[in-house]
């Protein structure tokens, strides 16, 4: 039977230290000292968030060294056409840019390949992606694209199959598209990472014969990866975070003389540190608790249930069907570009 | 664009004062005092739960008058043959004692319609059982079948939809299959409810319009639910909440001779009352609110993001295939067996 | 199991006396014979025949009366962007012509019905037509929508699922879509007709009860069809006849000054009558034969075998998405100019 | 856009030698003097040819050297659960004699390549058998399996593919499954070919790049290969023969004294050559010519057509999802079988 592995690959910028660079000192601090380097920008509604680690970085954060860029606008709903276009807009920019120093050769190949199982919508954006270039009329010359399936299906690693064609294909560039497992909710679906650094199954865990990468292959890998799902234990750490972080501001806005003249809402308050203390009468001990340390609680508490579970938007169909159309309309303009 | 309705019915055993008939003395004051009789029995690893709700029992618990048969596999997996088996077997004979009283005319014809939206994986039980009859070689010259879609799709009430056929084709049964939403994870794809008070959206909020059920149609109306979601507040809560009991119990049996014997697991404990109060110092004042307001917190919390989350099991493909199946094999089986 | 039946309906100008009227004296004649009325017109390349049949008419040529709008591109290809967008046009234009003496009132629905098997390519125009409204951010307001499936697999007559939604729903309009069966395999995917008298499974052989139209609802039914399949007999005779027809104008062409420049080619030649007499040496009395009776005697000889074959263009999956667009598309654009 | 290329490969028992030994002494002249060995035999109601070719015959009909074992049952039909019961059998006994001499070591991997355009119906029975063989809860460890769609789609020619997938896994045996297009429309779904000699795209063309084989590959490669479709003038050629000799058996069996008590019917006559003499007057000269300058002729004929028609059963979905479920059950028996 087919399984689901949603830890392929994670957001590099779910790091710990990553996400954690709020101030602009911490920022620096990290960047000295991890041989990463982190750059934040806006083009419209999008953030963008560049990322580039190095060897030292790579020890260091647990991520492999190269760079990588985050695009996010927050703000983004199913049916918001504006959101899409400046989406697809700013990725095949980051796109192009990322790839303008390799040279293309007249016959030069791109392999493309959409990772994913078909049959849970929330992973099918690869499948769906290779389903929407077959679609088009015309198809890039240089595109060659497949959709594996995963290895529960097949048979065989994924990362074999896709070693087995770059060497008989000797592409210039492989395209690797997947759907991602995040680790806040409230990045599904509302996210693009691109990188250069490949798929790194199990987040660098070492397991060499699924790695899908220019170190393993020889040939640069371009990925492109959607958060869609969140696992249960970590939705509900987040939820409960979110909760206490929400309630700790209120209490704190409560003695500010604008609290008159605000509509304080439940929105997701920025990362930074909190003094919890003022909560601790109604939630105990717990608050001074990390994230991960009740992420832990719960993931134990759950393992006792005999069905896992996943989080996904209830509008997960139109999601993956976006980002499918998204993606491949950008690599069929960045390629007619090239020539 | 389509939207998804979770909350179309609920089952009815989750209503708060069935769950809560813990004890031999609870159960006897609730059937005492509601019109609500509840009969627990087991059939090989088949829990059935059988509850009678009468005129006065559908106003003290809102569920509507009639029968409800639960039948559950706390246990089930999704690879697990024998378990699909008896659960087939123990729905064909509760399918079967619930219909005895049914007279059928030679031309009589039951009209079967698969609730649902396609595109959803987990709402789809519905749709992949008229699919799963359709392909069948055979099928009863009685079944009529249609699985409309959801009312963004078509542009029309689906309790519209079935008043009109039922109006035209005066079938003798009207068979409606839905996905449903629980307000227990635990139970996901693990439970089969069976009642002739049919579908009532909203649970009983008293939209007639889309009622599916004897009393709007005059024609008996028999409904299978399947549990395949769980709303993402609903899961926090109840996540929540399994670990407060967890811990409770724990604390409770340190101080038990037993407790140096025992592998001591996170098991969902029973439902019974817990004193929760030494586990106060850690999670403080929140442990004493209820699972309900617990969630209310939760619902609040959530309602700030922009994407409305669902979370259902890993294999959702699996299960909805499966469930599908196991219906339409007990629906051939039983219509062959009225002739 | 399901069943295909392809002689739902068929295109009126296929009528022995329509497709006959090759010379204007010819058509005249048909025309004050038997209340027929025929009119050719050109809109860039879309050739519309505009056939008005009356009850003497329909006693006739054994067409219902109403008006029959057949709209053709003898050029089309399966990538003719262009030609589809002429055809997309001219069919809009058509079909608010006739509806434009309809007065819609603020709440009025309209019915759409997609016809036909899903899983047969050829014959799923209709339910990829819903699927492809279905799809759609944004459905009309008075659209409500069903492909139904076919008989065989729901165990009901379509005529009277499409009755029984008529009588509740009370539309203003019914529009049902659905493949056709043609008797010319050039037609094949390059002719849509219009018609408002509904659909007559079985071409008027009386069969009241899967019939839908405005004499059976009480509702204007307008009904879109699209040539996809010729039945094999009809391709067979076809062909010989068109073979026939070549040689036939080939000779007789060789003797005239002009054999020498030109470049003769095995174009389907007019319909008009040929002197057949130089090619009897070869293919003998045959050639005297009219081509129904060269049919009747293929399908004589082919009922022999066990299998039923249909006759289908190769790319039919490509030609049915399209037309399916092309349909939505006009649909969406005609009602939006209602209100 | 995507194509379809039927002429892949042919049945061999097609060439026009195979065909036409229909006497005794033609088939051993046939044997002797071009190097092909013929068995007709019969299991139950499976009729099996079992041809093999050597160097000589190679050259002699066109067909590779190799074993090619056609299993065929002219009476089955799509709901004959028996015929397709035997045929299973029967295909696994020939699969499991075929393969009796290869040797399995531990870790021994098969390579199944489900070949064809999923998006064809009749093309698909391929990519629905990986599908098939996907669905089951426990695949064969030994198997390694992949639908890679067309040249068109994908944009790399299958050959290459299967090749680099060959090179990586080093397979002990390549399985290709495929749809084949075939000469005789009453062959069409009623017809297995298995064959030793893997798949000649264009029958030996010499197209080296596409070729699926031992040769190429060094690797054992076994084609499983199902009629279903015909192309048009092939089904025209087809049946104007079995007309012409239909009427020539008819009027020969009036002189006969038996032909009072006989219902002479349409039945396919045997390929045994008959004196078509007495049927000139009627089909002239033409009575005369091949059934092969026949359809020459017919195939110019329709050339000037803009759309491309195959012909293919009208049940085609069904006997694709039979043909899918038969093989993979097939397969998963006979690889039991081997451990």
Chains 1, 2, 3, 4 share one sequence.
Not at 249 to 260: D, F, Y
């Amino acid at each position: 039977m087919q399984n689901v592995n949603w830890q392929r690959t994670d957001l590099v910028d779910e790091a710990e230290e990553v996400v954690l660079h709020q101030t602009k000192e911490q920022k620096d601090k990290l960047e000295q000292a991890s041989g990463v380097q982190i750059e934040d920008r806006h083009v419209g509604r999008v953030k963008i968030t560049d990322v580039r680690v190095d060897a030292t970085g790579e020890k260091g954060i647990g991520k492999k060294e190269g760079r990588y860029i985050t695009l996010s606008i927050p703000t983004l709903t199913v049916d918001d056409q504006d959101g899409f276009q400046q989406m697809e807009k700013v990725l095949l920019q980051n796109f192009q840019q990322l790839h303008e120093t390799i040279t293309w050769s007249k016959d030069a190949k791109i392999l493309i390949i959409g990772l994913g199982n078909r049959t849970i919508t929330p992973d099918a954006i690869g499948p769906y992606l290779i389903d929407e270039l077959h679609s088009l009329d015309e198809i890039d010359d240089k595109f060659v694209m497949y959709a594996p399936g995963v290895t529960g299906q097949t048979g065989y690693e994924t990362g074999e199959f896709v070693a087995a064609l770059a060497e008989r294909l000797k592409p210039t560039l492989i395209i690797v598209v997947d759907a991602l497992a995040t680790r806040a909710s409230e990045r599904l679906c509302k996210t693009i990472q691109l990188t250069d650094t490949g798929i790194h199954p199990g987040s660098g865990v070492g397991n060499q014969r699924q790695e899908i990468s220019a170190q393993t292959l020889g040939i640069p890998v371009t990925a492109i990866g959607i958060p869609t799902v969140v696992d249960a234990p970590v939705l509900i750490a987040g939820a409960v975070e979110m909760m206490l972080r929400s309630i700790t501001t209120r209490i704190a806005e409560r003695n500010k003389p604008s609290a008159k003249l605000s509509l304080t809402s439940w929105q997701p308050t920025s990362e930074q540190e909190l003094d919890m203390t003022p909560i601790k009468p109604i939630f105990g001990e717990w608050v001074t608790w990390s994230k991960e340390e009740r992420q832990q609680l719960f993931e134990e508490t759950l393992a006792s249930a005999h069905t896992q579970l996943m989080v996904t938007p209830k509008e997960a169909d139109y999601w993956t069907e976006r980002y499918a159309k998204l993606i491949a309309s950008m690599l069929m303009t960045w390629a007619q570009d090239l020539e």
